[in-house]
T-cell receptor, first 116, second 116 residues
Framework: GAVVSQHPSWVICKSGTSVKIECRSL??????MFWYRQFPKQSLMLMATSNEGSKATYEQGVEKDKFLINHASLTLSTLTVTSAHPEDSSFYIC????????????FGQGTRLTVV | AQTVTQSQPEMSVQEAETVTLSCTYDTSESDYYLFWYKQPPSRQMILVIR??????QNATENRFSVNFQKAAKSFSLKISDSQLGDAAMYFCAYRSGQTSGSRLTFGEGTQLTVNP
């Protein structure tokens, strides 16, 4: 199956700093990528939909100035958590839709963010 | 808007036995896809099985099969000959087939425990 690589798998940062998470489709082109946030023992909550070459579409309640998403190429999308605070600590997951097939979403390994 | 409901927060099964996880959904669309994803402790999302709404035949992948009842909007997952490695959180998900690049809508998840 197609591979989506998410990096880093875990990160600890100080409050007030910014953290960038990368999501790469390794063997396919992804026109659309999705960013999710997941709290322990809960479902995935969609934060934003990212389309290559255009601005991301954010879900209601998600601060776009805090969670910056860039999808500059068909294989890379990034999520930057700006001015991180402890309440931003969570598990973040990306997924990508194959440009050709466009049916199945492939998921990255996830990133555990801890803000201290 | 589409919704997906998993009414069983937790389920348990004895090793080698069969277990069925329930999922219902609500949609007014006729063209869509349904998925079951597995999330083990590593938190990597793994696609277990997929069903296209236009197909009447229930999907099967080795020990995993679904009971797709389109009129009832029900999509249950049956795991036969349960193995210890099946222990995970299972998510039912819906995706529209009418819109290119559409999102996945997830249920709340069912935590499956497999007892030796």
């Amino acid at each position: 199956g197609a591979v989506v690589s998410q990096h880093p798998s875990w990160v600890i940062c100080k409050s007030g700093t910014s953290v960038k998470i990368e999501c790469r489709s390794l063997d396919f082109q992804a026109t659309t990528m999705f960013w999710y946030r997941q709290f322990p023992k809960q479902s995935l909550m969609l934060m934003a939909t990212s389309n290559e070459g255009s601005k991301a579409t954010y879900e209601q309640g998600v601060e776009k100035d805090k969670f910056l998403i860039n999808h500059a190429s068909l294989t890379l999308s990034t999520l930057t958590v700006t001015s991180a605070h402890p309440e931003d600590s969570s598990f973040y997951i990306c997924s990508a839709l194959d440009r050709v097939g466009n049916t199945e979403a492939f998921f990255g390994q996830g990133t555990r963010l801890t803000v201290v | 808007a589409q919704t997906v409901t998993q009414s069983q927060p937790e389920m348990s099964v004895q090793e080698a036995e069969t277990v069925t996880l329930s999922c219902t959904y609500d949609t007014s669309e006729s063209d869509y896809y349904l998925f079951w994803y597995k999330q083990p402790p590593s938190r990597q999302m793994i696609l277990v099985i997929r069903q296209e709404a236009y197909k009447q035949q229930n999907a099967t992948e080795n020990r995993f099969s679904v009971n797709f009842q389109k009129a009832a909007k029900s999509f249950s997952l049956k795991i036969s000959d349960s193995q210890l490695g099946d222990a995970a959180m299972y998510f039912c998900a819906y995706r529209s087939g009418q819109t290119s690049g559409s999102r996945l809508t997830f249920g709340e998840g069912t935590q499956l425990t497999v007892n030796p």
